[in-house]
């Protein structure tokens, strides 16, 4: 990879971090300089350190007359060059969603955080509640594929708004990263890694595409704008993303459908290569599972987010207690990680699916496991599992 | 993708067609109706890069949804088409992302007073360097002729059957109470005042707002008992008075017309120049530490 200049200046120590914190910290350790957001409790950390840190950095910090103009300005921005991201909160979220399903069609790469709180309506604020994890995928017009995080710490939060950022470059599309207003308003250590680490895991903004050769550009007529299917090799070629101030962006980019040469088409044929290549493009590439005590488990816990947290805790109990438990854990909420999942069925019978909401990955699970395997759900509105109601619940279904 | 055959220097007769336009695909062609004024703004804007010998990765076109979502069919330089109503915000993303460029907002009175007035009134506000230009053809064209909050009282569209019964807008007045800094009206039988104040605007610090009058022959004058595009063209023609004659003249008599003319000249500074001030303030003195 071609160097270039790493800007981020927080010295490499162990800090306190509140979450939203940590997360602004992430994006901007991952070369995000650009946000646009629009104030909703219980996100409003995010934009408020952001107005602060940006302008340091170099960055621009721009509050927005809503959800709808913050998201499309980081459309506008990361087009103009630059990494950026904005957050948000539910209410928030679905007012974007409009633009999630444009920029996911167009292959923009830009980070989207959703702090979550309850719903429906305007709900209760700072209270935690996973209410976005369908929308996140499903709530835009068309179908379009989505990469999303669910951190459970603030650490985690850092980390994996890192990797957000890396894989929006990497496969062009918006990521979400979702907290909830407990995570997001938890004070944690967070170590920053040493600034020489960190610039390693960096993606950087690429500008220009070039030859095989790495030096010579590629001429306007051979440079595809959207992702293309190579028919040879059965591949799908992703390429690096038009910047609106040179050469390399198309003469009409439209946001009705295309043809990865960026032409407008209306025809049937169009559509379904368009669609087909957006939703095959990631593959299992991006999917991030985790697993703990599984060598030997007779019941797992499937969970994502900070009810991993009281999941482990309980398992740890449970397995002084004797109880063969263990936990899966979904890095990535989206892509579903059904294979993963399918072949955990194969090994355990018994799957406890705990969510913060009344079981939105629960009826994915159960469309994954093959017959036989039975998967419950616990669903806690508006609060975190208590790990000795999961323990409980552990011994109830051992027994 | 075959290249054009080169061009003359400038063309002898001002209206002349061939030399501006279709300069991204071997045939030139849009895809208006008959009698659409889109085609000649397209054409006026390809002359002003033309003409000027404008640097076209400066100024990418930012382009909204209606008839004119296919003008970059002709229209020199880069063009992104955003989603209904959003093409502000998205301007607004690039230009402060990268304050080099000036995007050319191009909406129409649907996506600029309906859907997107929040954008609209905000950016004026802000006062960011982008250039808007609302083509304003009194209807929902795309769609098939519908009711728009530019579409004057009493005339009929295919949503407002028996006629509109609400207030028109004046997206002018708008711009100037929300303190957009360069303000003009033109309509399509002043191409050169239009062209002039497009060159103004394109060297503005600050937000300009350019309303441009079109015609619809196809829904709005087929609707209105105005068959001929000609017909629409006149009464447009008939309703504009010059904003100097305008002085003395009571509210009532000017209501429905179009008072064309440049309103508001003032420079105010520019949000990403103020942006880029505040980043190397804060340097300097990180420095100083």
Same mark, same amino acid.
Request: charged share 20%; glycine share 8%; proline share 7%.
């Given at each position: ?107 923009? =790469? ?23 994890? %369908? ?81 010579? =550009? ?44 960026? %032409? ?8 379904? #290569? ?77 799957? $406890? ?47 | ?42 054409? #006026? ?93 009194? %209807? ?33 007045? $708008?711009? #100037? ?104 303030? #804060? ?7």
């Amino acid at each position: 990879m071609a160097d270039y200049i790493y800007d981020y200046d927080m010295p490499s120590k162990p800090y306190v971090w509140m979450g939203n914190e940590a997360l602004v910290e992430g994006a901007l350790a991952a070369g995000c300089r650009f946000f646009a957001g629009y104030p909703i409790t219980p996100q409003n950390e995010v934009p408020e350190r952001m107005s602060e840190r940006l302008p340091k950095l170099g960055g621009r910090f721009i509050q927005m007359e809503d959800e709808m103009a913050s998201i499309s300005a980081i459309v506008g921005a990361s087009f103009a060059g630059l990494k950026a991201m904005t957050s948000t909160s539910g209410p928030g979220f679905s007012l974007m969603q409009e633009v999630m399903s444009w920029a996911s069609s167009i292959e923009v =790469p830009m980070v989207v955080a959703d702090v979550q709180r309850t719903g429906p309506g305007a709900g209760i604020v700072n209270l935690p509640h996973h209410s976005d994890i %369908i929308q996140a995928h499903y709530g835009g017009n068309g179908e379009y594929p989505v990469i999303a995080y669910a951190p459970s710490s603030c650490q985690e939060l850092f980390d994996y708004t890192i990797d957000a950022f890396n894989d929006a470059e990497l496969y062009r599309l918006p990521v979400v990263i979702f907290s909830d207003s407990l995570l997001g308003h938890i004070h944690e250590k967070v170590v920053v890694p040493p600034l020489e680490a960190l610039k390693q895991r960096v993606i950087p903004r690429k500008l220009v595409t070039y030859e095989e050769d790495g030096k010579t =550009p590629l001429p306007r007529n051979k440079y595809y704008t959207f992702t293309s299917f190579d028919r040879k090799t059965n591949t799908y070629k992703i390429t690096i993303p038009p910047n609106i101030a040179t050469d390399y962006f198309p003469e009409w980019l439209p946001a009705v459908t295309h043809s990865p040469q960026s %032409i407008a088409s209306e025809y049937q044929e169009s559509a379904e #290569l368009e669609v087909y290549t957006l939703n095959n493009k990631l593959g299992d590439k991006v999917v991030k599972v985790q697993e703990y005590f599984m060598e030997d488990a007779d019941v797992a816990i499937v969970c994502y987010g900070l009810p991993f947290r009281s999941a482990l805790r309980a398992v740890k109990l449970a397995r002084e207690e004797g109880i063969k438990a263990g936990v899966f854990r979904l890095v990535t909420v989206w892509p579903f990680a059904r294979k993963a999942i399918r072949e955990l069925s194969q090994k355990v019978k018994k799957l $406890l699916v705990p969510e913060i909401n009344m079981g939105q990955i629960l009826i994915w699970v159960e469309a994954a496991v093959e017959d036989g395997t039975t998967v419950e759900g616990i669903p806690a509105i508006s609060r975190l599992h208590e790990p000795k109601e999961l323990l409980d619940k552990l011994k109830e279904v051992v027994h | 993708m075959q290249s054009l055959p080169p061009l003359p220097e400038r063309p002898l007769h001002p209206y002349e067609l061939v030399p501006y336009t279709g300069r991204k695909f071997a045939q030139a062609f849009h895809i208006f109706c008959r009698g659409c004024g889109y085609g000649a703004i397209g054409q #006026l804007l390809c002359r002003i890069f033309k003409d000027d010998k404008l640097d076209e990765t400066l100024y990418p076109f930012i382009v909204g949804v209606g008839c004119y979502s296919a003008l970059p069919l002709v229209l020199p330089g880069r063009a992104l088409m955003t989603p209904h109503g959003r093409t502000l915000a998205v301007a607004t993303g690039i230009k402060l992302a990268n304050p080099k460029l000036t995007p050319i907002c191009i909406a129409g009175d649907g996506d600029n007073l309906a859907i997107g007035t929040n954008h609209f009134v905000q950016s004026c506000r802000r006062n960011i360097g982008i250039v808007l230009i609302m083509l304003h053809n009194n %209807i929902y064209g795309m769609t098939g002729g519908q009711v728009a909050p530019t579409t004057p009282m009493g005339m009929r569209a295919s949503t407002a059957t028996y006629g509109y019964l609400e207030d028109e807008f004046d997206p002018v007045a $708008l711009a #100037l109470t929300a303190g957009a800094t360069y303000v003009a009206r033109w309509t399509t039988a002043h191409p050169r005042q239009f062209m002039k104040s497009v060159r103004k605007a394109l060297q503005w610090k600050g937000f300009s707002f350019i309303d441009m009058v079109s015609q619809c022959p196809t829904y709005f004058g087929r609707n209105n008992d105005m068959s001929e595009p000609i017909d629409v063209f006149n009464w447009i023609k008939g309703n504009t008075i010059p904003l100097e004659k305008t002085k003395g003249m009571s509210e009532e008599e000017l209501k429905g017309k179009f008072v064309v003319g440049e309103f508001r000249e003032s420079p105010r500074k520019e949000l990403s120049e103020k942006y880029i001030e505040l980043i190397e303030q #804060l340097r300097s003195r990180s420095k100083r530490k």
